[in-house]
């Protein structure tokens, strides 16, 4: 059984940046997509940016192009999401999950999720 734990979570200023994690724990990570999914309050879940298990795709929303990077250590088990420039407007909470998936990304039909961390923008 595949378990997710997202870190790095904070208060930042507007312009901020942030690095998230997201460790994953139990199986091995080298044949999971992971994707980033955002919540803001009073908003629905959504997918932001995805990484495919061997690191050689990647998908971003165009609200956070530019801005927001993923990465992965499959050998650390290890997922990052590097946010720059953050907004008010990215504060919320911010899940990591895994898709049995290789080569490609998305953002449906995840089958692991972890718990989020909080990502507050505010000055």
């Known amino acids: 059984q595949l378990q997710l734990v997202e870190s790095g979570g904070g208060l930042v200023q507007p312009g901020g940046s942030l690095r998230l994690s997201c460790a994953a724990k139990g199986v091995d990570l080298d044949r999971f997509a992971i994707s980033w999914f955002r919540q803001a309050p009073g908003k629905e879940r959504e997918g932001i940016v995805c990484i495919s298990n061997d690191g050689e795709f990647t998908n971003a929303k165009d609200s956070v192009k530019g801005r927001f990077t993923i990465s992965r250590d499959n050998a650390k088990k290890m997922v990052y999401l590097q946010v720059n420039n953050l907004k008010p407007e990215d504060a919320g909470v911010y899940y990591c999950?895994?898709?049995?998936?290789?080569?490609?990304?998305?953002?449906?039909?995840?089958?692991?999720w972890g718990k989020g961390t909080l990502v507050t923008v505010s000055s």
């Open positions: 999950a895994a898709d049995f998936r290789l080569a490609w990304c998305q953002f449906d039909d995840m089958q692991f």
